[in-house]
């Protein structure tokens, strides 16, 4: 029976195959705690509820709805790149789009996951 292919590693940028199963190397291997923590846990606190209502007073409109010429009202606050943790990167408003929760749910499903396991050469 032929065996599963090995996939790249969960961490942003990591090029070392993992065998199946495992979501890390060696060497991000404790990432796997951050995966199972709580949102508050992750950063999303009372602080970030109010810097994320200040930006969307800001920033009203979906960015990717507005590319298509669509006006439609931002709800969510999307990091551009996944923090994975990094609170430098949580915290740097150059990484915060507005985006209306379709919008959100597409990009997280499609573009992040390419990033997290998609393969890089």
């Not at 942003?12 to 923590?37: A, I, M, W």
């Not at 920033?59 to 790149?81: F, G, M, S, W, Y």
Request: aromatic share 10%; net charge positive.
């Amino acid at each position: 029976m032929p065996q599963r292919p090995s996939t790249p590693c969960k961490h942003n940028r990591c090029p070392k195959l993992v065998s199946y199963g495992n979501k890390y190397c060696e060497e991000h291997r404790p990432l796997v705690q951050l995966d199972t923590r709580s949102t508050k846990e992750k950063g999303y606190t009372s602080q970030w509820r109010t810097a994320r209502l200040r930006f969307l007073k800001v920033n009203p409109l979906c960015r990717h709805c507005q590319e298509q010429r669509k006006l439609v009202k931002a709800t969510v606050v999307d990091h551009i790149v996944p923090h994975r943790g990094d609170q430098d990167l949580f915290w740097d408003q150059s990484n915060w789009q507005p985006l209306c929760k379709s919008c959100h749910d597409r990009k997280t499903q499609t573009v992040d996951r390419d990033i997290e396991y998609g393969y890089r050469f």
